[in-house]
Every structure is written in structure tokens, then in C-alpha cells.
T-cell receptor, first 114, second 110 residues
């Protein structure tokens, strides 16, 4: 079982609120990713990190921000939530280089902005 | 860049039917290939993987063979169960970068 955790699992908040989605892993992986999953199931990479103090934007533009102060922790923040941010957010940590690459996913946070 | 194309669903089968979900990939190198499964309300779990040509990944009755000549990694299961109902993602990975297909929703009816 993968040791990567996301909290909260479900969140309903009002428009304009600031929120932080938490993601932690105990596997010591340097590489961590955030995906947004739309209702059609497709995964969109929104942020990634290759280690402490390293953060990059992904393929899909997002109004969220991330930080990586500790290896095990990769939180995602929305400064002012909007209904368009309603989605499932999945965090993953990546191990192995070359052909050993494999992703471990958290259980996800389902965010609803009303 | 790398890309993964998988059969679009939804796929609906009766219990004990044969399952095939097609997946093809395009990559500049030779990535590892994966199938991940997502049960309702959960994150993705690795179902099986193959790291080189002609490798066969298998788990829980599912199988997929890495075919370099056709750039394919089709998922198969001989007899599906209701508990196999989930979304299945094909993916490729190399040097810490992962590319996923759009997902295929499988529903198995009793």
C-alpha cells in the first residue's frame, strides 16, 4: 500500500475562500505531482516538483499555487476559490528513473466550491 | 512529446465476459508502460506494468503485453467480475515523467 496521503478527502467551501489541499508522502520521493481530474475522468497535470524548493507549472494552466519546503510535503493552495475550481485533485509521488519510473497516488480530494 | 491513446468508453459487459481495452503509445524513447485502475471515490492504483518490449504484466487476472512493433499495450481479462467496475488508465513513463490516456470507464453487470 502506498504511503501517500491527501487531506481532506472531501471539501465544500464558499466562493472567495482560501483553501489548502494537503499532500504528504513517507517514501522519501523527490518528485511529486498534482493532477486535476475533470468529470470526464481525464487527468491534467497542474503542478510538479523535483525536490525541495523546486516547483513548476504543468500542462494545464491553474490558478492554484504549490510549495515544497519539505521533501514529504507538497501542499496546493487556492487563494480565492471559484465554482470553476470544483474538481477532483490527485497528488502523486514518483519513484525510479529511466524504466523504473512509477507513480503512487493519494486517494484524492474532491473539492466543491459553491 | 509522448502521448498515449486508449480506447474510449464507456465499456459495459456482463459478468464473466472477455475484456479488451486498447492502448497505443507514442514516445521518443522506450518508456515503461502501465495500467492504473481507479475505483469510485479513490485515487489511482497501479494494476500492472511492463518495462521493456515483449514483457507481460499481469495482476488479478488482468494481462497486458508490451508490443514494440505495434506500440501497443492492450489490457485483457478472460472473465470480468462486478468488482472490476472502475476506470482504467493506460500510461507510459520514463525519467520521472508520466503520460496518461484519457481513461476508460468499465461497468460489469451481474
Amino acid at each position: 500500500e502506498a504511503d501517500i496521503y491527501q487531506t481532506p478527502r472531501y471539501l465544500v467551501i464558499g466562493t472567495g475562500k482560501k483553501i489548502t489541499l494537503e499532500c504528504s508522502q513517507t517514501m522519501g520521493h523527490d518528485k511529486m505531482y498534482w493532477y486535476q481530474q475533470d468529470p470526464g475522468m481525464e487527468l491534467h497535470l497542474i503542478h510538479y516538483s523535483y525536490g525541495v524548493n523546486s516547483t513548476e507549472k504543468g500542462d494545464l494552466s491553474s490558478e492554484s499555487t504549490v510549495s515544497r519546503i519539505r521533501t514529504e510535503h507538497f501542499p496546493l493552495t487556492l487563494e480565492s476559490a471559484r465554482p470553476s475550481h470544483t474538481s477532483q485533485y490527485l497528488c502523486a509521488s514518483i519513484t525510479g528513473g529511466g524504466v523504473g519510473t512509477e507513480a503512487f497516488f493519494g486517494q484524492g480530494t474532491r473539492l466543491t466550491v459553491v | 512529446g509522448d502521448s498515449v491513446t486508449q480506447m474510449e468508453g464507456p465499456v459495459t459487459l456482463s459478468e464473466e465476459a472477455f475484456l479488451t481495452i486498447n492502448c497505443t503509445y507514442t514516445a521518443t524513447g522506450y518508456p515503461s508502460l502501465f495500467w492504473y485502475v481507479q475505483y469510485p471515490g479513490e485515487g489511482l492504483q497501479l494494476l500492472l506494468k511492463a518495462t521493456k518490449a515483449d514483457d507481460k504484466g499481469s495482476n488479478k487476472g488482468f494481462e497486458a503485453t508490451y508490443r514494440k512493433e505495434t506500440t501497443s499495450f492492450h489490457l485483457e481479462k478472460g472473465s470480468v467480475q462486478v468488482s472490476d467496475s472502475a476506470v482504467y488508465f493506460c500510461g507510459g513513463g520514463s525519467n520521472y515523467k508520466l503520460t496518461f490516456g484519457k481513461g476508460t470507464l468499465l461497468t460489469v453487470n451481474p
